[in-house]
């Protein structure tokens, strides 16, 4: 029987299910009828060994020379190079390639050490399998908190970071030290003559120790949080509802100097505190527009009557004026007299005199030769 072999195959060669050589490229003559048989294979890439026995395999040069193969330690990694380039990195375990058209090689890299990662190039551990490592991205603004096992070790500075977690448990910590804003929305708040109110307060704090605040504080954000509102509390709670009103400007300041007693405690620094909006109940608010309607109605009624009583003293200043000067007096029904003119459209005359006589007698003998001119 003959069995071609293609370019881009090996054969191996069996007798009685005995391995007996690999046999290259071309036409081969195969004696069934003694028992051998030939598996034939694709020479590229990786050996699917499984069900072969590869130590019988690797003891025959021909096998041997034509293919790569690694043995990866339970506590190493490989980085897997074909023909110098990254293809992947491999776990524990052995692996075969064949090595006749592409070049395999690879780089046994210990993981026991955790920090050993980031001195490797950032390509090798984009390569690594998942749960092998950790990666931690700080940002400019933030602090990591490097723990092995729970212990701390280190604080990370911004960048990118890479750390081994084979067989001791890394965590990092991300801590933000920027300066950040707190908010209290809807805080109900009883003031000293017991009006409740809603309160809607912000504050704003930095962290100034990391480390204090992740090692002494659990859940540091809600533990600042209920500080603020203890304190919002306290302060409220001393003044009555009037005379929180009016000093709404100055809680802000008051309730900052209470926080900042409690800075060391907290590891944070307070900057800035203040109120964004007090919401009154249903009927305080109603009460409220009802005083408000009222004294807005107030001042207008004392604006009315400061511009009456103006209006008043000018009509009494220009009748003293006309009683002085008689001129004046004349020249101001003139003035009038205009005015209904202009409201007349038309005005006829008879043959008597009696329009004439009366315009005579509004503005005299002398005028209305004037006019009648």
Known sequence: MRV????????????????????EPGRRRVRAAAGESVVRLHADGRLDFPEMNLPALRRHADFEKCVAIVEVPDDRLAVHFTDGRITDMLKPGTYAYWNIYKKHTFEIIDITEPGSAGKLPV?????????????????????????????????????????????????????????RQL????????????????????????????????????????????????ALRELVGKYRFDELLRQKDSIGGFALQKLKEREAEFFVEFTDAGVKDIILPGEIRDIMNTVLVAEKSAQASVITRREEIAATKSLLDTARLMDENATLYKLKELEYIERICEKVGAISLDAGTGILKSLREIVGGENIKEMTQ
């Open 4 to 23: 071609i072999i293609n370019e881009t195959e090996r054969g191996l060669l069996y007798k009685h299910g005995v391995f007996l050589r690999m046999l």
């Open 123 to 179: 390509l090798y551990m984009l390569n690594a399998p998942s749960g092998y490592y950790v990666q931690a991205d700080i940002s400019d603004g933030t602090v990591g908190l490097l723990f092995y096992n729970g212990v701390f070790q280190r604080t990370l500075g911004s960048g990118q970071h890479f750390f081994w977690n084979y067989n001791i448990k890394v965590t990092v910590h991300v801590v933000d030290t920027r300066l």
């Open 183 to 230: 908010d209290i929305p809807g805080q109900e708040i009883l003031t000293a003559d017991k009006v409740s109110l809603r309160i809607n307060f912000v504050c704003s704090y930095r962290v100034t120790d990391p480390m204090s605040v992740m090692a002494k504080l659990k859940d540091y954000k809600e533990q600042l949080h209920v500080l603020v509102q203890l």
